[in-house]
């Protein structure tokens, strides 16, 4: 199926009452990994705006990258630019590491899903190496359970595990559905 056809599908599906009031999930958590060819990504980026636009119910959208920069706001983009350039990459990845572990972005997710029915997750391959995207479900799981989430993957997700840009795997990750 071309990734049309399955933004089309995905479209209609989460529409639906069974769906918007996660009928069927068994006491799961309600969180859903929508995977694509990462050479989709511009076209489902796209479509995703569309969807935020169209969808007949309050529907959010938390991008990754754009959550983490505003984690980091009070220290200014130039700061962080500079302690880059003196100190390189990895040392700022590491410098910057805690503040994403202490599940800052899980508490903007949580607060963004409080009032919605639905959040859509995107990014997640714009942040790479210092967000990965079982670890950021596992803390979910525990702050949001009455939303649905989509995570929009550029990758794979077999059910048992995800593998971004189809090329990095990562730890296992079983608790969401595919959709």
Do not use: C, W
């Not at 754009?66 to 980091?72: G, H, P, R, T």
């Not at 714009?126 to 550029?154: C, D, G, M, W």
């Amino acid at each position: 199926m071309d990734i049309k056809e399955k933004l089309n599908r995905f479209f209609e599906e989460i529409q639906k009452e069974d769906f918007l009031q996660m009928r069927g999930l068994g006491n799961e958590v309600p969180y859903f990994i929508f995977d694509y060819k990462p050479e989709d990504e511009l076209f489902v980026r796209q479509r995703v705006k569309h969807m935020l636009r169209s969808l007949p119910f309050k529907v959010k959208e938390v991008n990754l990258l754009q959550a983490m920069i505003s984690l980091f706001e009070d220290i200014g983009l130039e700061e962080l630019k500079q302690f880059e350039e003196d100190e390189g990459t990895e040392e700022l990845f590491e410098a910057i590491r805690p503040t994403i572990e202490e599940e800052a972005l899980v508490r903007i997710i949580s607060d963004v899903a409080t009032d919605s029915q639905l959040v859509f997750i995107t990014g997640i391959g714009s942040v790479y190496k210092l967000i990965r995207a079982h670890e950021l479900l596992n803390q979910l799981h525990a702050q949001v359970t009455n939303t649905p989430i989509i995570l929009f993957y550029p990758g794979v997700y077999t059910g048992q595990g995800l593998k971004l840009f189809n090329e990095f795997e990562t730890n296992g990750y079983y608790r969401a559905f595919e959709v």
